[in-house]
């Protein structure tokens, strides 16, 4: 079923877990991951990016495509359709077709034109049951290490000027794959866990290390966003396939046969986040 991530992440923050954030990027993707997050039998949380839902086809078809899924299959674990990093023109028209929560990424502008974005957003959001998170600091590129540690007292003002309902702050985290092992700031994390209510969310969760992960997760993390990860295991399984199979030219065959790459994946993520199942949330 389709639902907001507040009551998720709010049971995640209590029981000291994290929810899998994991990005969709086609039909094959989220029947995937729908899929094996109804085996496991916990939340899960399905990031779409503005360029991902341009290649679906606009954020309708996006609504469209796991709608259908979660009724089709059967799916009865909580589903949330989540905006990964919209502006808020993206954030409004995703709410207009059915998105149940966004990120706003005002990140960029100064703390006075990000919490006013923000709340703008947060208020169109939360009039129709839309759970909005919020960036803070500047979480760059693992490749180029763009990043600029997230200021607790505007973390601490976003928060209460805006009434969003989770905070992703930079910590030392990036997008993609990191060069160099990330150098992320525990005692920054810990010191804005004790000072915000709210779950705190991770991007970048790609290549950190499990003893880190679980680190970050003691300390207040309950949302982890994963994509990179997920893309190169599904790349991995696609090209073995390829290369066993150079006469096959279905489309649907090929695409499909990172499948088992990815299954693998999620639940060692899973595993990792310890993620509660639905029937002990």
Not at 152 to 160: D, M, V
Not at 247 to 268: A, F, L, W
Request: charged fraction near 25%.
């Amino acid at each position: 079923m389709l639902v907001n991530f507040i009551e998720m992440l709010n049971n995640a923050k209590k029981e000291r877990c994290a929810i899998p954030h994991l990005n969709i990027n086609n039909l094959e993707w989220s029947k995937i991951i729908l899929e094996k997050c109804q085996e496991l039998n916990v939340p899960v949380i399905l990031g779409v990016s503005a360029s991902a839902a341009e290649y679906f086809g606009g954020w309708y078809v996006c609504y469209s495509v796991v709608s259908s899924l979660i009724k089709s299959l059967n799916i009865t674990i909580p589903v949330c359709l989540h905006v990964d990093h919209g502006t808020k023109e993206e954030c409004i028209e995703a709410i207009n077709s059915g998105f149940t929560s966004v990120m706003i990424d005002a990140s960029k502008y100064k703390i006075e034109e990000n919490i006013k974005i923000t709340k703008e957003v947060v208020d169109y959001a939360h009039q129709r049951n839309v759970s909005v998170e919020a960036e803070i600091g500047t979480i760059g590129l693992a490749e180029n290490k763009e990043n600029n540690w997230a200021d607790i007292n505007e973390c601490i003002r976003l928060c209460e000027e805006t009434n969003i309902d989770a905070i992703a702050p930079a910590i030392g985290n990036a997008h993609g794959i990191y060069i160099e092992t990330p150098k992320l700031n525990f005692k920054l994390l810990k010191e804005i866990n004790d000072k915000i209510k709210i779950p705190l969310v991770l991007h970048g969760g790609s290549g950190i290390t499990n003893n880190e992960m679980k680190e970050l997760i003691r300390n207040g993390i309950s949302k982890v966003n994963i994509n990179t990860d997920l893309q190169l295991v599904w790349k991995k399984g696609v090209m073995k396939y390829i290369e066993n199979n150079k006469d096959v030219y279905d489309p649907r065959k090929i695409i499909y046969s990172g499948k088992k790459e990815m299954n693998k994946k999620i639940e060692e993520l899973v595993d990792l986040f310890e993620t509660k199942k639905v029937s002990n949330l």
